[in-house]
């Protein structure tokens, strides 16, 4: 009998842990941004559709279980599935990676990956240099077709994305930016990898990887200095999707463009990242 105890709170508290480092995300509906890009993510796992006359670039894979919400998403748009020529990720953990594999295999799309981050990839998250001995954050490893570097651009027909390093809250943890069109006028748009700083890290003294404090500093400065029109993110909550998204019919002005939302984003997760680290510099 108490074997069977052990073994019932055992497997509660595993499927609590699992529920608590990624909720099921719920679906949302597919909408078009601006320009060539659209919206095809979840409530809250943030994806992205770039259509052009020569096949379409998705950014970001999420977990394996959302890859066919995001394919009913493409469709429900009116653009086919198969025609993902590029995929890209903002960075490797499971739930914005876990689903390339899946997608590769049904699209026969180039995987492209920050250098940085392309053995998380390839491992399946078992590299990961705070995850690597937590079997919940593995996903399923998958190949990269092209190892990209900070500031490389992705091109397809007339579309081009630039990939910024912003490491910290992965080694390769990706930042993109792209300029889109609309209605005749130029936007720039940054899709944010992440600032997070996840519970648990360790940005003093950390052996498996000594530069993470240094890597945040880096990534904060780097998106200080990026122009941005349209704010974008890995996570919805970033950059506020439910709230624009229902304005978005509404409002005379589109409510994605939201450079000041941009900034306060940064700064937030700025003052974040120090307090953090004078908090644990203070420990030491």
């Not at 994806?47 to 006359?53: D, K, N």
């Not at 990720?89 to 590769?104: Q, T, Y």
């Not at 996840?198 to 880096?218: C, F, M, R, S, T």
Request: glycine letters at 6%.
């Amino acid at each position: 009998m108490m074997k069977k105890i052990v073994a019932l709170f055992a497997m509660i508290m595993l499927w609590h842990h699992v529920c608590f480092a990624y909720p099921i995300p719920n679906s949302f509906p597919p909408f078009h941004i601006a320009g060539n890009l659209y919206y095809v993510g979840t409530d809250d796992l943030a994806s992205y559709l770039i259509v052009t006359s020569k096949g379409n670039i998705l950014i970001n894979s999420d977990l394996e279980a959302n890859v066919k919400m995001i394919k009913a998403s493409i469709e429900k748009l009116g653009f086919k599935f198969s025609d993902t020529k590029i995929l890209l990720i903002s960075h490797a953990h499971i739930d914005h990676a876990a689903g390339s594999e899946l997608i590769k295999q049904q699209t026969k799309a180039e995987y492209m990956v920050m250098d940085a981050d392309v053995p998380l990839v390839q491992s399946g998250g078992k590299s990961d240099f705070y995850y690597a001995n937590d079997s919940a954050m593995y996903f399923r490893p998958s190949t990269v077709d092209k190892v990209l570097h900070d500031g490389d651009q992705v091109k397809l027909d007339e579309t081009v994305l630039t990939a910024h390093l912003t490491p910290g809250h992965t080694k390769g943890c990706t930042s993109w930016t792209m300029q889109v069109t609309d209605h005749g006028k130029p936007y720039q748009v940054v899709i944010v990898g992440s600032l997070n700083v996840n519970p648990g890290y360790q940005l003093v003294h950390n052996k498996n990887y000594p530069a993470i404090a240094q890597d945040y500093e880096h990534a904060i400065n780097v998106l200080k200095s990026l122009p941005c029109d349209i704010f974008l993110g890995a996570h919805a909550v970033y950059f506020d999707l439910k709230k624009k998204y229902a304005l978005l019919n509404s409002s005379v002005t589109n409510p994605f463009i939201d450079p000041i939302g941009y900034k306060k984003h940064i700064a937030q997760k700025e003052w974040e990242f120090y307090q953090e680290l004078k908090k644990q510099t203070t420990a030491y």
